[in-house]
């Protein structure tokens, strides 16, 4: 077990996975990416409980697929794509997603005349990640892509089999819908 280094790139311990079947290689991968995965899961899914159970089955589906990894993209990337696939899937098959309760984000004013940076930034905040709930997940994936998680256009793509102008106007669109959704969901608000 001494050749075994939490230090390996990502695709030397899939390298390495795959020619020795050796499971302590999938662990590293499991303990670097586990908690990446359960972050990007619960923020398509909204429930902790769901999304707890995708890391699990997502890194099943990683195990039993893994000698489909070519390395033409980053390891992180292939798992991104899994996890995103895996969600989107459950989306449609639930339908029920936990959402933020519009009431108690939708009352946010104040009520003093005296609202700090910091509030009105924690407002903002909150007023955004209603807007992004109620869009359409793909839309708000691909915008969490994009600038929660600042990756490319090339990548992007690349993880959802399209063409970088296609993305781009895939992005611009869901930006438009987001500007729709946050105009009806906060008309009195200016960002």
Same mark, same amino acid.
């Given at each position: 077990m001494s050749n075994i280094s939490d230090a390996s790139t990502d695709e030397v311990l899939v390298e390495k996975y795959l020619n020795t079947q050796r499971g302590a290689y999938f662990d590293i991968l499991y303990k670097r990416y586990s908690a990446k995965v359960y972050a990007r899961s619960i923020s398509m899914l909204k429930d902790a409980e769901l999304a707890q159970d995708a +890391? $699990?089955?997502i890194f099943i589906?990683?195990?039993?697929?893994?000698?489909?990894? $070519?390395?033409?993209?980053?390891?992180?990337?292939?798992?991104?794509?899994?996890? *995103?696939? *895996?969600?989107?899937?459950?989306?449609?098959?639930?339908?029920?997603?936990? %959402? +933020?309760?519009? @009431?108690?984000?939708? !009352?946010?004013? &104040?009520?003093?005349?005296?609202?700090?940076?910091?509030e009105l930034m924690e407002t903002k905040f909150e $007023?955004?990640? +209603?807007? #992004?709930? !109620?869009?359409?997940? =793909? &839309?708000?994936?691909?915008? #969490?892509?994009?600038? =929660? @998680?600042n990756m490319s256009i090339r990548e992007?793509?690349? #993880?959802?089999?399209?063409?970088?102008?296609a993305t781009k106007m895939q992005i611009k669109r869901a930006k =438009?819908?987001?500007?729709?959704?946050? %105009?009806? #969901?906060?008309?009195?608000?200016? *960002?």
């Open positions: +890391v $699990q089955e589906k990683v195990l039993t697929s893994i000698s489909k990894f $070519q390395g033409k993209s980053k390891f992180s990337s292939w798992l991104y794509s899994i996890t *995103y696939n *895996y969600c989107i899937d459950l989306i449609r098959k639930n339908k029920k997603i936990k %959402t +933020v309760a519009m @009431d108690k984000l939708g !009352e946010i004013e &104040d009520m003093h005349g005296d609202i700090d940076d910091k $007023q955004l990640k +209603v807007v #992004l709930n !109620e869009m359409p997940a =793909q &839309d708000k994936t691909i915008l #969490l892509m994009k600038y =929660q @998680d992007i793509g690349e #993880l959802n089999g399209k063409s970088e102008s =438009q819908k987001f500007m729709v959704l946050r %105009t009806d #969901l906060f008309p009195a608000e200016i *960002y």
